[in-house]
């Protein structure tokens, strides 16, 4: 249950498919990330003509990874529903002519959209390379990206089978009790899955992952100190860059511009619409830099690379 004020919003289930895909579609950078590009669903055909039609793709510029967008709700049979139409969408999506129609859809869709071109920008990406960058990029497997309002056990050993990556992320409806025609939802936090499965790595699930990094980690591990300066430098279009500053508590936890965020890319996001940028997204972990230069995602990598070195002993 929720409570706002005197108001109770209790759990639901959502009414159709439809209406799941729909908070996916208008919400799917705080989903995939920011550096993510949604493609709407199209047909696609496997090597011997079968069609299939996905919910979507989405191009992560920053993971340098791709999806196959499938959205489901959890009353769907896994073996006789999902799988079978997940098994033929993973087929057609490597489809060289599958591929090459994703690359001339975002080249198509940049080309007059001045935010998608910014995601390009911030990955150091000149439009001379968005070809090269997208073809690098959707070479390799699709990740099965799944936004779901339950995960059951099912549904988890179904996608530890598989030979791709499968991400599954919550996405739950709450509809206020005795005011049913008022709706809210709950999306995940900082773009973080609850579940994580890669036939290249077995043990990914219990492995730590970028998503499962918090800054207080990264503070328990010595990486940075409570008290620490972060620094972050913004221009928006047409706009004069600014300079903004926060500090790092000790619940791990950001103080910029007198307020207190959670996370870095609420905090970052804070900021940049202050500098007056319309943006709804921003990577905070990319965002942020310590006095030295690196980014609070560098840190992170320490941190991470850490981890797999003392597994592997």
């Known amino acids: 249950m929720l409570i706002i004020d005197n ?24 989903i995939f990330g920011p550096s993510s590009i949604y493609l709407p669903k199209s ?16 191009v992560d510029l920053d993971g340098k990874q791709w999806y196959i967008v499938e959205a489901e709700v959890s009353q769907h049979s896994v073996w006789s529903h999902i799988a079978p139409q997940v098994a033929k969408q993973i087929i057609a999506a490597n489809n060289p002519v599958t591929k090459q129609k994703i690359i001339e859809t975002v080249i198509d869709r940049v080309r007059d959209d001045e935010t998608l071109q910014d995601k390009f920008a911030e990955q150091g990406i ?10 690098e990029i959707v070479a390799s497997d699709p990740i099965i990206g799944m936004p779901i309002d339950a995960v059951k056990n099912d549904l988890r050993e179904w996608a530890a089978t598989l030979k791709v990556d499968v991400r599954l992320w919550i996405v739950q409806k709450y509809v206020e009790f005795n005011n049913p025609n008022n ?19 077995p043990e990914r699930t219990a492995r730590v992952a970028r998503y499962d990094v918090s800054v207080s980690d990264l503070i328990e591990s010595n990486l940075i100190s409570v008290g620490q300066r972060l620094v972050m430098k913004y221009k928006p279009r047409n706009g004069d860059q600014k300079s903004y500053e926060a500090i790092v508590l000790e619940d791990g936890s950001l103080e ?57 002993h």
């Open 43 to 58: 047909l696609i055909r496997t090597s011997d003509g079968t069609g299939t039609i996905p919910d979507g793709y989405v």
């Open 256 to 312: 910029v511009l007198g307020r207190t965020f959670s996370a870095p890319s609420y905090a970052a996001l804070f900021c940049i619409q202050d500098a007056g940028s319309p943006r709804s997204t921003v990577n905070g972990w990319t965002a942020w830099r310590l006095d030295n230069g690196s980014t609070l995602a560098d840190i992170r990598e320490r941190l991470l690379a850490n981890d797999d070195g003392d597994r592997s």
């Open 7 to 30: 108001r109770k919003f209790v759990l639901t289930k959502f009414e159709t498919e439809d209406e799941l895909e729909s908070v996916v579609v208008a919400n799917a950078e705080y």
């Open 183 to 201: 709706v809210v939802y709950e999306i995940p936090e900082e773009f973080r899955p609850v579940f994580y499965a890669s036939p290249d790595e």
């Open 126 to 135: 000149e439009p001379i390379d968005y070809r090269q960058a997208l073809a």
